[in-house]
C-alpha cells in the first residue's frame, strides 16, 4: 500500500474518531447506571473517576449535565491531537514529508501529550465533584491520581518532540539538497 492511500485511510479514520468522540461522551454519561449504558457495560468505554466509589447514590440530571460538559472540555485535548493527525496524514497524502508544517505539527502532538496528563488531573478533580455532589455534607470529595499510564503520556510526549527535532533537521536537509545543483 503506497504512503498516499495509507495516509488518505488514516485521514478518514481520525475524522470518524473526531466525530464520534463527542458523541460517545455525551451517550456514555447520559446512559450511565441505565440498562443502556452499552459502552460501559460492554467494557468498551472506560474512565478513570470511579463513580461507584464516589458516590452510592443514582446519578442526577445535574452531575450528569456536569459530567458531560467537563469530559467534553477535556476531550477537547484530544480533539485538538486527532486535528492535528488528520492535517499530518493529509500532507503525507501529498507526499510532503519533510516540510516545516509538519514539524509544528509533531511540536504541537507533543504538546497534546502534556496537556492530557495535566488536563486529566484537573479533570479528576472537577469530576469527582461533581459526581459526589449529591452526597451528603461530609461525604463530597475530590479525587486525583497519577498512574503509569499518565507518566507513559509524558514519555511519549517527549518522544513526540524529539521526532519534532529530527523532523526539522530532515526538513533543513531536504531544502539543502533542494538547492543543490
Known sequence: MSLSKFSRIMCQIFIVLLILLPIGIIYFWITYGTPHAYLSLS???????????ITKLPLTLLPRVLAIVISLIFSFILMRALILLIRLFGYYSKNEIFSERNVLIYRQLGHCMFYWVFGGLIYQIFMTAAISMN??????MFFVSITGVDLLTLLVGVIILGIARVMR?????????????
Open 43 to 53: 467494557g468498551l468505554v472506560q474512565i478513570n473517576t470511579p463513580v461507584d466509589m
Open 135 to 140: 452526597n451528603p455534607p461530609g461525604h463530597r
Open 169 to 181: 533537521e530532515g526538513q533543513r536537509l531536504a531544502d539543502e539538497n533542494e538547492y543543490t545543483i
